[in-house]
């Protein structure tokens, strides 16, 4: 397994980590996702660590906090051998306080995850939406004073904007707060938009990705093809209303390419899927998600080798999409792309 550093931090986290939004199994949204017990999760977690996946991640909302419970459960007794990550700030209730990053509520989502996790702190403690009722200066305050009470090593944040972004570490700056060193994004084959500012930002400001949802919310799996419905195991038949969208003619684009450089690799599409993403800049860890040992053990074949640059050449050329303004100027017009490096500029052309 590859190690890099999550973005500008001292951390060293392995290319590939391990999501648990499969552990626990509750409600219509992660009970489609899986139903994976403790016992099953050891198994896994065991298959993990004899690959060098040394990172878990999760999220109090997993199935209602039994996701946290599960790996809690998972790792007893090799706690210091790995990296734990979770989230809060989307709701866990219908109470005023149940949601978002006021200091009441983040110091009580710290406490609930440490008991459900069995620990004594956490690795990463990540904002999993951005809250905008509550000022940016009491939210960094409250993680600073996790940090010092020795219950969080590093912050990070998910599924913000730029600007939203930008203001919490330039907030952080100003008042000598601990910065974030993550960001938690969607990022796919069929879903590039993080590269038009997020990504850009990410390496001006030494923030490190952690791609969710490598496989396109379970599109890329391999088992989707032009003309034919998804199968019946498959989760999208439940749960793509929640995901984020996708046209079918993109899709299928997509998809073809895939599968010519599967014939030419002897490797399985979410593997080729996975490889692309790592060799994309500021990517520091991989989320993948298994509900079994046969889907764990495929996903870990996506490193060790690397796509050559002709074939990542087409996967960007097959994904690539119009870039909104005011990027697309950057992208088609040469007085703009002379003034920023191709990965400012053109997200088509990152490399």
Same mark, same amino acid.
């Given at each position: 397994?590859?190690?890099?550093?999550?973005?500008?931090?001292?951390? #060293?986290?392995?290319?590939?980590?391990?999501?648990?939004?499969?552990?626990?199994?509750?409600?219509?949204?992660?009970?489609?996702?899986?139903?994976?017990?403790?016992?099953?999760?050891?198994?896994?977690? !065991?298959?993990?660590?004899?690959?060098?996946?040394?990172?878990?991640?999760?999220?109090?909302?997993?199935?209602?906090?039994?996701?946290?419970?599960?790996?809690?459960?998972?790792?007893?007794?090799?706690?210091?051998?790995?990296?734990?990550?979770?989230?809060?700030?989307?709701? #866990?209730?219908?109470?005023?306080? !149940?949601?978002?990053?006021?200091?009441?509520?983040?110091?009580?989502?710290?406490?609930?995850?440490?008991?459900?996790?069995?620990?004594?702190?956490?690795?990463?403690?990540?904002?999993?939406?951005?809250? %905008?009722?509550?000022?940016?200066? &009491?939210?960094?305050?409250?993680?600073?004073?996790?940090?010092?009470?020795?219950?969080?090593?590093?912050?990070?944040? /998910?599924?913000?904007?730029?600007? +939203?972004?930008?203001?919490?570490?330039?907030?952080?700056?100003?008042?000598? *707060?601990?910065?974030?060193?993550? *960001? @938690?994004?969607?990022?796919?084959?069929?879903?590039?938009?993080?590269?038009?500012?997020? #990504?850009?930002?990410?390496?001006?400001?030494?923030?490190?990705?952690?791609?969710?949802?490598?496989?396109?919310?379970?599109?890329?799996?391999?088992?989707?093809?032009?003309?034919?419905?998804?199968?019946?195991?498959?989760?999208?038949?439940?749960?793509?209303? $929640?995901?984020?969208?996708?046209?079918?003619? *993109?899709?299928?684009?997509?998809?073809?390419?895939?599968?010519?450089?599967?014939?030419?690799?002897?490797?399985?599409?979410?593997?080729?899927?996975?490889?692309?993403?790592? @060799?994309?800049?500021?990517?520091?860890?991989?989320?993948?998600?298994?509900?079994?040992?046969? +889907?764990?053990? +495929?996903?870990?074949?996506?490193?060790?080798?690397?796509? /050559? %640059? &002709?074939?990542?050449?087409?996967?960007?050329?097959?994904? *690539?999409?119009?870039?909104? $303004?005011? $990027?697309?100027?950057?992208?088609? @017009?040469?007085?703009? %792309?002379?003034?920023?490096?191709?990965?400012?500029?053109?997200?088509?052309?990152? %490399?």
């Amino acid at each position: 397994m590859e190690y890099r550093r999550l973005g500008a931090s001292g951390l #060293m986290v392995p290319a590939l980590s391990f999501g648990a939004g499969t552990f626990g199994g509750r409600g219509p949204l992660f009970g489609a996702w899986g139903s994976t017990d403790a016992r099953e999760a050891r198994r896994l977690v !065991d298959i993990c660590l004899d690959a060098g996946i040394t990172m878990f991640d999760t999220a109090d909302v997993y199935s209602a906090g039994a996701s946290e419970e599960v790996l809690g459960e998972a790792l007893k007794g090799r706690r210091d051998e790995v990296i734990v990550s979770t989230k809060t700030s989307l709701p #866990m209730g219908d109470g005023p306080g !149940d949601a978002g990053s006021s200091r009441s509520r983040l110091i009580r989502a710290c406490e609930d995850a440490l008991r459900r996790l069995g620990t004594d702190h956490l690795d990463l403690f990540q904002l999993h939406a951005f809250d %905008a009722g509550t000022p940016v200066e &009491e939210v960094l305050e409250t993680l600073d004073s996790l940090v010092r009470a020795g219950k969080v090593r590093y912050t990070g944040v /998910s599924n913000f904007s730029g600007w +939203q972004v930008m203001k919490s570490l330039a907030a952080a700056e100003r008042h000598g *707060h601990p910065r974030h060193v993550a *960001h @938690q994004v969607y990022y796919s084959l069929i879903g590039r938009d993080y590269e038009w500012e997020l #990504m850009p930002l990410a390496l001006d400001q030494g923030l490190g990705a952690i791609v969710w949802s490598p496989l396109g919310w379970g599109r890329l799996t391999g088992k989707i093809r032009r003309g034919t419905p998804p199968p019946p195991g498959s989760r999208l038949h439940r749960t793509a209303d $929640y995901g984020p969208p996708v046209t079918d003619e *993109h899709l299928h684009g997509v998809i073809d390419a895939l599968d010519e450089i599967a014939e030419e690799t002897g490797k399985a599409v979410p593997q080729i899927a996975l490889n692309w993403l790592l @060799q994309r800049p500021t990517v520091s860890s991989v989320l993948i998600g298994a509900r079994d040992e046969r +889907q764990l053990r +495929q996903n870990l074949g996506a490193v060790g080798w690397n796509l /050559s %640059a &002709e074939q990542v050449a087409r996967l960007d050329a097959a994904s *690539h999409r119009p870039a909104p $303004y005011p $990027y697309f100027p950057y992208e088609r @017009q040469e007085g703009f %792309a002379r003034l920023n490096p191709p990965v400012f500029a053109a997200p088509g052309r990152a %490399a």
